[in-house]
């Protein structure tokens, strides 16, 4: 392998109940990606190990996040679809990549020492190297852009700087094997293998807040099953939680500046504008003075219009996961292609013997 192709990589944990902020802050946006480029979706299962994770639902999980992606319009056979724990190359990367990563950069990660809380020296491992597996799912495709939320954007980075340091570590050693392309490091130009992958931020509702709570991220792990909307919920279940919602007692601003100080009030738009794909001001056009009693109605009809059919598709799916385990397999076997031959040109970049067998 060697000319750089744009690519997109992303993925999503199997953790279970799959919620709107989960779609409209991923798959959503994975859905358009696929006419402008080659995609790889990931249902990242290792990853969701790093946190301990019931054996008897692991698989359903899987499957659950596997069906959403189907649901949602991602076309498996144009693009790939599988889940990670089939490509051992995945993991075999990563330790190339824990040896080029520096503990340094690795300590400055915010999300491990959100996870990890004061008990980070009970944490696992996996927790604190998931950046370098992060690292590895993107480079093992040498994906050229990642769709990521804000929290994953400094992982991102980090996969940015491995990248750029296993270049510059082999920039020779890579252009006498006639690998990669020459790239601009500084003021310098190397021979590079891995391309310095681009984010893909932002959108309205890139960060989807709790509906009982717009201060707090939309969770799983929330108590209270008003605060979310699950992706397997049917239209009953989806308008009755969005008519629960917590707003506060002012109509909606003619401006989104008007929204400052009204985390759930700014939430709800947000979400409107997300599922109708537009922005929070064309909404506050339409909307501008209206109470919150005209307003949920209207974001209730919209919701249950684009998410009951994904829901309805989803379970259909779940049902019978026949179709769901074919194209795991099917993504897995077009993946590992790939990944087969860029870990052997890591190998011989690197200098092992018998890397192409």
């Not at 392309?181 to 890139?206: C, H, N, R, S």
């Amino acid at each position: 392998m060697s000319k750089i192709q744009e690519r997109v990589f992303s993925g999503i944990q199997p953790t279970g109940n799959l919620h709107l902020g989960n779609y409209l802050g991923a798959i959503k946006k994975f859905v358009p990606l696929q006419n402008d480029y080659n995609c790889i979706y990931c249902v990242v299962d290792l990853h969701a190990i790093t946190v301990w994770q019931d054996p008897a639902e692991m698989a359903a999980n899987i499957r659950e996040v596997t069906a959403a992606y189907l649901a949602s319009g991602i076309d498996p056979k144009k693009h790939i679809v599988f889940n990670q724990s089939q490509v051992a190359e995945h993991a075999e990367l990563a330790w190339i990549f824990n040896c080029v990563a520096r503990m340094g950069w690795l300590n400055r990660m915010t999300q491990f020492k959100e996870k990890a809380g004061k008990d980070r020296e009970k944490a696992s491992v996996g927790l604190f190297s998931y950046p370098t597996l992060m690292a590895s799912d993107i480079l093992t495709y040498r994906a050229t852009h990642v769709p990521v939320g804000e929290d994953q954007k400094q992982h991102l980075e980090l996969t940015r700087d491995i990248a750029q340091k296993f270049n510059n570590d082999f920039s020779d050693r890579i252009k006498e094997l006639s690998l990669g392309e020459p790239m601009k490091v500084g003021d310098e130009t190397v021979q590079g293998y891995f391309p310095i992958t681009e984010p893909l931020i932002g959108g309205p509702a890139a960060r989807v807040m709790s509906l009982r709570d717009g201060s707090k991220k939309m969770s799983k792990s929330d108590p209270s099953d008003l605060s979310r909307i699950v992706m397997t919920d049917d239209a009953d279940a989806i308008a009755k939680k969005i008519r629960k919602a917590k707003t506060d007692a002012d109509p909606l601003p003619e401006t989104i500046e008007g929204l400052e100080g009204r985390p759930e009030a700014d939430n709800l738009v947000g979400i409107f504008a997300a599922l109708t794909d537009t922005d929070q001001a064309s909404v506050l056009k339409d909307y501008a003075g209206a109470q919150f009693g005209t307003f949920k109605p209207a974001l209730a009809d919209v919701a249950v219009e684009k998410i009951a059919p994904i829901a309805d598709e989803m379970r259909r799916l779940q049902a019978d996961p026949t179709e769901i385990d074919a194209v795991l397999k099917d993504g897995s076997d077009r993946a590992r292609e790939i990944a087969c031959e860029t870990l052997a040109d890591v190998k011989e970049i690197v200098g092992f013997v018998g890397a192409r067998r």
